[in-house]
């Protein structure tokens, strides 16, 4: 029977944690698993809680959204841990391109039988920031500077906060020049953002990249370029579907390594809690990860 080390980090969103944990603790204990909790002060701390769980040989539980998920992920990525999620946050992007259940019965059967799959994991290296591993995607552009305002909302949660967010960031958007290379190829063009997706969902179950896989070994490159102010905002709404890859000012672009510059220091995000300013690079590593799903 599996033994799991669940981490949660108690400073954000931490009676949503507790409380996702619960149920899913209850029926792993129920049905014979070891299950001890270990509570973080801080995405690093908790990074440094699932390698040394890793180290005894324990299934690691990341409890939170994608934030916490990408930090644990990103920290076991190349360990050969295996990895188990409980959503509890705000967006749970990854968890959603993963297929997994939100019931807690369903989820706990997940990781108590499922078999570990490889999946990709993404490193992100700046002259800004040291060198991270994620697991969602990496975007330079509004919605980077969209997320940072979703995540300082005191009074907004959820859908709302991120909304409000992308409203705030694309009333003030001035079109950047980018200049991107995939796999030695650049692009050049003016626009909104460039995101590089190994998940397909990012920002509130936005589907960003349709097209992307967690275990090809690509990465979705989506540019989108300049377009009137209300034309972007259809454009967001067509997030929801994905419509808006048919879109002109929308390009598909796939590739194993992405660099990303451009004309002034726009920022950018990663998982939703890295935040730097370009030039950004985002780097597949295939099948770092094994997880449950």
Known sequence: MRQFTAVVNPTAGGATSAAALLGVARLLREAGAGLETEYSHSLAHARELARQAGERGRVVLAVGGDGMAGSIGGALSG????????????????????????????????????????????????????RTVVLGSVYAGVDALANRHANHARLLRGAASYYVGAVRAVAGWRAAGYRVTVDGEEHAFSGYTVVAANSGYYGFNRLIAPSARVDDGLLDVVMIHQAPRRLFFALMNELSTGAHVHRPQVRVLRGREVRIEADRAIPYGADGEVEAVVPVTARVLPGALRVLC
């Open 79 to 130: 360990t050969g841990t295996v990895l188990g999620l409980v959503p509890a946050g705000r967006g749970n992007d990854f968890a959603r391109a993963l297929k997994l259940p939100a019931q807690a019965a369903e989820l706990a059967e997940v990781l108590l039988r499922a078999e570990p799959r490889p999946v990709d994991t993404v490193e992100v290296t700046s002259a800004v920031h040291e």
